[in-house]
């Protein structure tokens, strides 16, 4: 059985922080989860909120690959009339 995170990136305006600082400790929250032995990591993405929702997971999930050596990496939510297909 597998077990990891499924997440999504949000900005808190309860826990108000820099949008770089939620991305980076989203990034550093999956390599920990690879370090702790878990196996795989999803994100889901938003658009048109004003919590700042992950609108772009590919990158954020291209920069997760470059930081793991291991985990397994995932949308659980792709929102294809959003995206380019020859992209």
Do not use: K
């Amino acid at each position: 059985m597998d077990v990891g995170l499924v997440q999504a990136i949000r900005y808190l305006p309860s826990r108000p922080e820099r949008l770089a600082d939620t991305y980076r400790n989203f990034v550093d929250e999956a390599v920990l989860a690879e370090d702790l032995g878990l196996d795989f990591v999803w994100t889901t993405e938003h658009h048109f909120a004003n919590d700042a929702w992950m609108p772009a997971h590919l990158p954020v999930l291209s920069f997760i690959a470059a930081r793991t050596s291991r985990l397994q990496l995932g949308t659980c939510l792709f929102l294809l009339p959003f995206h380019n297909p020859l992209r």
